[in-house]
């Protein structure tokens, strides 16, 4: 006969392991956040004493929300949003699906090449497109001139028309490699007895993709899109460095403006207001993506 073993009782051991960090996220996440709503009814300035602040309920949203600054930020966002959730993501499953579901040589040489720019930070990137798209002696306009396209020649990152888009094009260049060593991977692990049947059913190239692959790395897919969206959300290093939110505040975004009015201009209460705005967008924009994705 089996002996039933007897559930063991730890008492308030688990709880004392687990205490320190809780301790910690109390600390560094949970009175920030207080804080955070705290001072965005304020009008402080971060200098004068905390005794002195000034009450002024929510006058801070009202004027962040009725701004220009706030509905250029906004939409350029949701522009960012859609164009990190869907270029990437099909550039990258249709280069992952030529890599190992054909017969392409040195298919770890272009694993490896298309993951560089996840190796170099923002910083470094910046530079090598800010002389790309240099006016005077960029790459890019000495390529048109050598077409004959002198028309086009004009200063990318110094026009509205075309400064978003130059961000958007490099935030396209350092992400879709990414998203085809993770497809690489996800195309793998697809049961082959799949691609065989279809095969032996008369199944052509695209219609095994569409029928066999796509469906079987599915998940993956809603995961690179919700880390997408919420990336695009977070995105500041990109136009710090290489527009500043120019020109004028074309290529603003929520947090450039953030930093911008909470560190540049010195309010405070109206920074940590656009903070409060923006974690609530982040949140909603994710809880309706999941809701959409089931």
Known sequence: MKRKRKATSFGATPY???????????????????????????????????????????????????????????????LWALVSVTVPIVIGVVQANVIVNSKVKFKNLFQLLLFLPQLLSSMIMSIMWLAIYDPASGLLNALLNLAGL?????????????????LLIMSVWTAYGFNTIIYCTAIRAV???MYEAATIDGASQLQIFFKITLPSISKTTTTLMLLSLIGAFKVFDVVLQMTKGGPGYYTYVISYYLYQTAFTSNKIGAGCAIAVLLTVLVLVVSRVFQALRR
């Not at 002198?150 to 130059?166: D, H, Q, V």
């Open 16 to 78: 004392l392991f687990v205490l320190p960090g809780m301790i910690l996220f109390f600390l560094i996440a949970v009175i920030p956040i207080f804080q955070t709503l705290g001072l965005s009814l304020t009008n402080w300035d971060g200098v004068k004493p905390l005794t002195s602040i000034e009450f002024v309920g929510i006058q801070n949203y009202e004027k962040v929300i009725t701004g220009d600054e706030f509905i250029h930020a906004l939409k350029n966002n949701v």
């Open 150 to 166: 002198e028309t086009f020649i004009r200063p990318w990152l110094g026009s509205k028309e075309t400064a978003i888009w130059c």
């Open 191 to 193: 049961d082959g007895a």
